[in-house]
């Protein structure tokens, strides 16, 4: 059977992907990630394997809006710093918890995608909103179910891990939304810097994702942790009902791509 054509995903919204070395097998799209059944010893490597490089994409992420925006506020720019660092402790324990189950480093493709998105975004508060405020938002939403699973599988590395990212995750999320707080106070025009980046990294996600990919990509939304993490009472119940409405809208078709994740 012929390969499936695939168009270029655009460049005005993807930045050019971090480089790797050969043992990495880079894919553009989610279509191309290797799809295991659930449940199975292979497909919980793939994901650790996939969670390792998306922290390494995460340092990446959050080490270009520093060297981007030399002129930031000197609290962005060291809770940036201190984010590049979590990000780069979170890749090794996944690395550690991939190895130990036999697992290894480019064992299957993987996808810079949040870096790509991230690092097309012209304006800071774009980043922030983007890669904190929604990418990092969802993914503590994420593991918070990851740690309920690991609890009910008596998991116990995994639920130590997760626990401990879910701390600095939380941390991430906070102090971007301070920081997006007071730019917005600074001046309103900000908003309108936020809305045109949502747009753009939406427009991005849904290319690289397809159908197949955005199947999956919705959890039940975590309160107490976005509380912690400086969202409002309306901003979760917003959140919740999206997340709601997205999974009302599967098909048995979109269950099925989720269940291969
Ligand atoms: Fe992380
Ligand atoms: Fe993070």
Known sequence: MSEPVRTALSPRIHAPPPARDPRFHVVERWVDCAALPAGTPASELEFLHRQMHEELTAVESSARTLADFPDADWQVRLDLARQCSDEARHARMFRRVLERRGGKVGQSPVLSFQYRIIVAIDTLIGRLTVQNRSFEAGGIDAIEDGIADARRRGVQDLLELLDAQLADEVVHVRFANAAIAD????????????????????????EVMGDEGTAGAHHRVSGEARREAGFSAEEIRAADQLAERLVSQRGPESEKARDAR
């Open 183 to 206: 730019l917005k106070s600074r001046d309103p025009a900000h908003l309108l810097s936020m809305g045109t980046a949502l747009t753009q990294a939406g427009k991005a996600f849904r």
